[in-house]
């Protein structure tokens, strides 16, 4: 019998790294990036503060949201301005969050943000941004709209005096309002970024018009330039749409729930405000706003948004109520279990911004094949501007104005963006279905897998056995019946293994009382022992009755009997002999079966490993379908299995529910837990976390993994693609700075578009 407790600690770390976004020039939108910066947090308010600073060693890794910073060309900034400066140790950036975490000297601080307000970044420590905005910190105003209208009406008009054959100083005077009006933050975003030795997209595109009036194409630098504001502020508000995917989850608990007073009365409380142990009343209609336990009424609650359930769970004194769930019908009172900041709501939520932040493999390769493309497009359109004319006669305005319609195209915005949005897309729709992913790598991995490890009991089966059969093996009178049966569930009582419970229930039932037991230790793999009114004695498998020296052919035989029936039988140890026996069933799950025959269809071949025996496991593999099963594994031969396998380069998925599968859990490429619900820190430590406990997931996983897979091969082709045909279009002569513009953006809002297209999966 294994020692089971409701935790999963992981032996590994997991690679951190921070998701690139890009929404760059995006000038008219800063409001909206003010009111999305650090979301999450403002919309939990101060039940999720982050902290300020906290120690490292000798330095403190302090958090600072920037709510202008939420592409790869800012961080660029960022790390060019604090590569200067000794202080700071390391940065950690996650853009789709607009989060900037910076390990320094304690002293640091204050020249940290005064580098980044140099920058034009407005930033925010982390605190502060957590519930309302700073003191000193005024509202920013809405964006006026009028400016960018009167810059297309300007650069219409520009264009029409152009063919109307007009002056050249009036299409000019209408450019040059149409640029002011439209592009002054642009410019100087621009020149920031060259000052620093950065060409981002705002100062290629500054580059690029500027070079445009003094070739004398004003109507078209004009045009250029407001439908690169326009199309940038479409861009961001797109890139928004894949940033706050999650946010729907955030918004699910009320601000106040109505809490009971001393007197018995009833009185509307703010969450954070809400004590542990404080009865909460939830009327018919209202979302639940705490964790807690029933304590009063009956209902049925929609758990949908928690776990991914399609119908209504009933539930009654004494159930578990979940932050963010519906409660249907009746009226509920519960007691808060947990506070607002550590509800399963809130941890989802954690979690999922921290997957954000995890990259997958196919973003780390976009990331570094970035980092190269644009200094090899801009030496090539230095040299289209230079050699033709210098070397070969080329006219210089022709070959110029090819230049700089190649700067247009020289940042890899589309191919930037097209992964972080395709991964935090599928992060949401799993988490819509109750399956929370710990990161992109994992979402990406997740199509790979060919081989599952299974855990039985609370993974294959419910993992609630009840006690079927109880045999006394000496002495058959009343007096040992009771004796035997009151040890036993002395023992079991102090255990939660899902066998040691259904024998303590059994008992308890029967109005049979626990004695005290000393010297309690858990055997992993085998049972429990302790000391009963100063005798030892053991309850435990037929593992632990070999070792002790206590089995017998006539026990193995009864023993055969029993496991072949598919039931898991515990034995009552003195230190002289076997006083009984008691045979425990467990029944299994619907869903198992249907699971393990999809993932059959999947090509996913499929293993149970467990702690119980040899016949036990056959017989529920038998009825699951189960490809393989394997019967007394201990957490060292559970881990040695999945060691093997991947030596065998097997991609190796685990899934289980306690400490037990722990190291199998570590060693497998995915970590599936199961029971999330019900473990503290499952949550924290799983790769995927299934939340309703229902195996069915694990197909829907992988599925949604192909299908991220299957986006992200179609976005980077998208971006690739198209920047090439516009780069061999250029060359030959056919490309234009409108096209350019066209062909930049539309790419991007292309890719956004194509990782969107998950949230409906």
Avoid at 135 to 144: G, L, N, V
Avoid at 174 to 187: K, P, Q
Avoid at 623 to 649: C, H, I, Y
Wanted: some cysteine; glycine content about 8%.
């Amino acid at each position: 019998m294994q020692e089971h407790t409701h935790t999963h600690e992981k032996t590994h770390t997991h690679e951190r790294e921070h998701s690139h976004a890009h929404a760059e020039g995006h000038a008219h939108a800063e409001t909206h990036a003010h009111a999305a910066c650090c979301a999450p947090a403002t919309v939990l308010l101060a039940s999720l503060p982050l902290p300020r600073s906290e120690a490292v060693g000798d330095d403190l890794r302090t958090t600072i949201c920037i709510m202008q910073m939420d592409c790869p060309t800012e961080e660029a900034l960022i790390r060019k301005k604090f590569s200067r400066m000794p202080d700071v140790r390391s940065m950690d950036f996650n853009l789709m969050q607009r989060v900037l975490t910076v390990v320094h000297a304690p002293h640091a601080l204050d020249s940290i943000l005064a580098a980044l307000r140099s920058l034009d970044f407005t930033p925010e420590l982390a605190d502060t941004a957590a519930g309302t905005a700073p003191s000193d910190t005024p509202p920013a105003p809405s964006k006026a709209w009028w400016p960018l209208a009167l810059a297309g009406v300007a650069a219409a008009a520009s264009e029409a005096v152009g063919w109307l054959g007009a002056p050249a100083w009036l299409a000019a005077g209408l450019a040059i309002v149409a640029i002011a009006a439209s592009g002054v933050t642009t410019y100087r975003k621009g020149w920031l970024a060259i000052r620093n030795g950065n060409l981002n997209i705002n100062a290629l595109m500054s580059i690029a018009v500027t070079g445009a009036l003094i070739l004398g194409q004003w109507p078209e630098a004009a045009m250029v330039m407001v439908l690169f504001t326009i199309a940038e502020l479409i861009e961001a508000k797109s890139l928004d749409r894949a940033r706050n995917a999650i946010q729907g989850l955030m918004q699910l608990t009320p601000e106040q729930a109505s809490v009971q007073q001393p007197d018995g009365g009833w009185q509307l409380t703010r969450l954070d405000a809400i004590p542990l142990g404080a009865v909460v009343r939830a009327k018919p209609g209202e979302r639940i706003a705490l964790d807690g336990e029933i304590v009063a009424g009956r209902s049925s609650v929609d758990q949908a948004p928690i776990t991914g359930e399609s119908l209504p769970v009933d539930k009654t004194i004494g159930d578990a109520v979940f932050a963010g769930t519906i409660n249907q019908a009746g009226s509920l009172d519960y007691r808060v279990t947990v506070g607002a900041s550590n509800t399963t709501l809130a941890r989802i939520i954690h979690a999922v911004e921290a997957a954000q932040g995890t990259k997958a493999p196919t973003q780390r390769f976009v990331d570094r094949f970035a980092r190269v493309y644009t200094p090899i497009v801009f030496a090539i359109a230095l040299a289209v501007a230079l050699v033709p004319p210098l070397l070969f006669g080329g006219a210089w305005h022709e070959w110029v104005y090819k230049a700089l319609v190649m700067l247009v195209i020289a940042c890899p915005c589309a191919l930037v963006i097209s992964t972080p949005v395709t991964i935090v897309s599928g992060l949401a729709a799993a988490a819509r279905k109750g399956i929370l992913v710990k990161g992109g790598v994992y979402l990406e991995q997740g199509r790979k897998l060919n081989r599952l490890a299974l855990d039985k009991t609370g993974t294959i089966t419910h993992g609630k056995p009840a006690q079927t059969e109880f045999e006394p093996l000496h002495g058959a009178d009343v007096t040992d019946t009771v004796r035997c049966r009151t040890l036993a569930a002395s023992l079991a009582g102090r255990s939660d293994h899902p066998v040691s419970m259904a024998i303590a229930t059994a008992a308890q039932s029967d109005g049979i009382a626990q004695l005290p037991v000393d010297a309690f230790e858990a055997l992993a793999g085998r049972g429990v022992r302790g000391s009963i009114d100063g005798s030892p004695y053991w309850l435990g498998n037929h593992r632990l009755v070999e070792e002790l020296g206590r089995c017998s052919p006539a026990l193995e035989a009864r023993l055969d009997s029993l496991e072949g029936e598919g039931k898991t039988v515990v034995m009552l140890i003195d230190a002289e002999r076997v006083l009984a026996l008691f045979a425990v069933a467990d029944t299994v799950k619907e869903t198992s079966r249907a699971a393990i025959a999809e993932l059959r269809r999947l090509g996913v071949a499929t293993t149970m490993l467990t702690g119980d025996n040899r016949h036990t496991a056959s017989a529920i593999a038998r009825q699951v379908g189960v490809d393989e099963a394997r019967g007394n594994q201990l957490p060292e031969d559970k881990l040695n299995a999945v060691t093997q396998w991947s030596t065998d380069g097997a991609t190796v998925g685990m899934v289980g529910d306690g400490i037990n599968d722990a190291p199998a859990l570590a060693r497998a490429d995915i970590g599936f837990a199961m029971g999330a619900m019900g473990t503290d820190t499952a949550i924290e430590t799983a790769d995927v976390a299934l939340m309703d406990d229902d195996l069915r997931k694990l197909p829907v996983f992988i599925r949604l993994s192909k299908a991220t897979h299957a986006v992200l091969v179609q976005n980077i082709a998208l971006a690739l693609g198209i920047k090439s045909v516009f780069l061999v279009l250029t060359l030959m002569g056919l490309g234009t700075m409108w096209m350019a513009v066209f062909a930049d953006v539309g790419a991007s809002l292309l890719v956004v578009g194509n990782g969107l297209r998950l949230l409906r999966k």
